[in-house]
Every structure is written in structure tokens, then in C-alpha cells.
């Protein structure tokens, strides 16, 4: 559980990583669109098929987006965890559902 809450506080600071490097080196790039997701359409299958470290970062990162979706101030690290574990269990039997639509609907139960 300690594990979840440094992920969760580093993967806050590691998203803004990306942006800062593009920008940083002689201002603003443009991105091709291989680098980019959209996390509306992004698949069950994305998220099986990451190592470890990148599972459990987009796992944070989706817990994230819905909680700042939903203006949730507080978390249950406990829940969330759970319902991590729910996510990737569903995903491993339906790769192709919409992985932000199955953390919708496990975040609203």
C-alpha cells in the first residue's frame, strides 16, 4: 500500500515530465501523432501489454483523471487498489473494451 501512495504522489510529477523536455529544448515542438493517445478510445489490450512499472503508472494515471473529473479531493487507496485489480481482471477477458469506460464503471459502483 505504501508502494501505491509514492506511485500516486510520482506519477503527478513524472506526467509532467514529457511536456517540459518537448517544450524545453529550443521551445515548443510538435508532436506526431504516434506519441500522442486518446484515452476515450485507448483499449483493455494498451494496458495488458505494459511492463509492470508503466501498468501501474497508467493504472495512477487513470485513477487520477476520474477523481479530478469528479472533483474528488480525498482518496481511498484501499478502494482504488481494489478497483485496479477489477480493471485489469476485466480487461484480461475483454481486450478490446474502452479501458476508460471499465474505469467509469468500477469507479461509480
Not at 493504472?59 to 479530478?68: A, K, M, P
Amino acid at each position: 500500500m505504501n508502494q501505491l501512495k509514492w506511485i500516486v504522489v510520482s506519477t503527478a510529477f513524472l506526467l509532467t515530465i514529457p511536456s517540459v523536455i518537448v517544450y524545453g529544448q529550443n521551445g515548443p515542438k510538435q508532436q506526431d501523432a504516434a506519441s500522442k493517445i486518446n484515452i476515450e478510445t485507448l483499449a483493455c489490450r494498451y494496458l495488458l501489454k505494459l511492463r509492470d512499472k508503466d501498468k501501474e503508472a497508467t493504472l495512477v494515471y487513470f485513477h487520477g483523471f476520474l477523481s479530478g473529473k469528479n472533483n474528488e479531493l480525498t482518496v481511498d487507496i484501499v478502494k482504488l487498489d481494489e478497483i485496479s485489480e477489477k480493471v485489469i481482471d476485466y480487461c484480461i477477458d475483454n481486450p478490446n473494451d474502452s479501458l476508460l469506460k471499465i474505469f467509469e464503471q468500477y469507479r461509480n459502483n
